[in-house]
């Protein structure tokens, strides 16, 4: 496929994924009502999409390493616009749930592909700008999506978040299934009990930090023990030596700070301020506008900075932020530390992400991609679960500056500019 075209649908696939989880958050308490749900079976409409999505998304990658990244991100996309049909349509909530489950299921499918197929069009050098782009297009879909749910439930009632999503899903998935190129793919020997030793570890991880129970965290613990000791004795392993780790642990940091801060700060807003819905909106606006503001010049950054000093000062800054906001009450201290969080984490999410998706071989970029968006579906899951224990914000900001030790081994991969081993400004030899 064409780069641009390319670009178009990864960031399309990304921004569908972003929008359809923040606009079914405004949807929720409607849902509820119309369908007579109980407040479990509400939340099970997201926690069964965040299973399905974190237990497949690392095996996901491997089968577009394999069979093409192209090819899993058109099924990916036709199975979820037609899942997000079908929870248009749906009965009852039970179906709801179910389709839920399905469209996680294909989530994880095309969430992978969306990097993987930016690593396979693009040379290394030229990887920073769609990475840029794709994040600062998430940052939009975040902010507006609260927004295009509340607009969409009022006039048209919840079934409509779930329509928007129909006819962009179909429309890319049509086009990448209808390419006729040949597709670079990997003939890699598919790890299956290691993925579904992964599948079970993140799935249990995932609903014991969603509804914490022992059962939960020793079945996580054991799964996770036998996959790390599979992975060390197989010859062919699900997740290759190749694929840097440190950048994982940054994104998991700053994604579990950034949502714990923001689930602590909006009762803070609502509840100890007064605010309205909208006017909470409002003083939050301003983490939007710097995350994308942020993602937009975080290449120039990665230039002449470097990946480690670019990371490692953007965590310092979301911390700052997380910190500020711990003691803000008025308009301008909540717009400064708002934006610091915006800033921060912007930056941090670019300069992660390129360090995962560069330094990982072409034939592993799904894997990859898989890793990346694990990570930032286990962080924020990690970070609410530990708002929900009513922790302070500074905690979260310890959280966040936990990131600076996985990002000190960015020396390893990208390091700063002009150090030896930098291999950042090397042109790719293709």
Known sequence: MNPRLVLAASVTGAVIVALDGTVLTIAQPTLQ???????????WTSTGYLIAVASLLVFAGRLGDRYGHRRLFGIGMLGFGMASAGIGLAPGVGWVIGLRVVQGVFGALLQPATLGMLRVAYPPDRLRGPIALRTAAIGV??????????VLVAGSGWRAVFFVNVVPALVFGV??????EPERATAVRLDLPGAALLAVTLGFLVHTLVSPHWLGLAVTAV??????????????????????????????AASAALSGTLFVS??????????????????????????V???????????????R?????????????ILLLSHASGAFALAAGFALLGAGFGTVMVAATHVVVRESP?????????????????GPTLGVALAATEVSLVTFAAVALVGVVPAAGFRATITDRGRPGDRSEIPARR
């Open 141 to 150: 879909a975040a902010a507006v999506g609260p927004l295009v749910g509340g």
């Open 33 to 43: 009502r119309d369908l007579g749900a109980s407040y479990a079976q509400v939340q």
């Open 223 to 252: 799964t996770g023990v036998a996959f790390v000791r599979h992975e060390r004795r197989t010859a062919s392993p699900l997740i290759p030596r190749t694929v840097p780790g440190a950048p994982l642990g940054v994104l998991v």
């Open 266 to 291: 909006t009762y803070t807003l609502q509840y100890t301020l007064g605010l309205d819905p909208f006017r909470s909106a409002l003083r939050c606006l301003p983490l939007a506008v710097l995350m």
């Open 293 to 307: 503001a942020a993602a937009a010049t975080c290449p120039v950054l990665l230039r002449r900075a470097g990946a």
């Open 175 to 180: 086009l990448a299934l209808a390419v006729r």
């Open 362 to 378: 072409v034939g592993s970029a799904g894997v990859a991609g898989g890793l990346q968006q694990t990570a930032m579906n286990v």
């Open 309 to 321: 000093r670019t990371t490692t000062t953007a965590t310092a800054v979301l911390a700052a932020g």
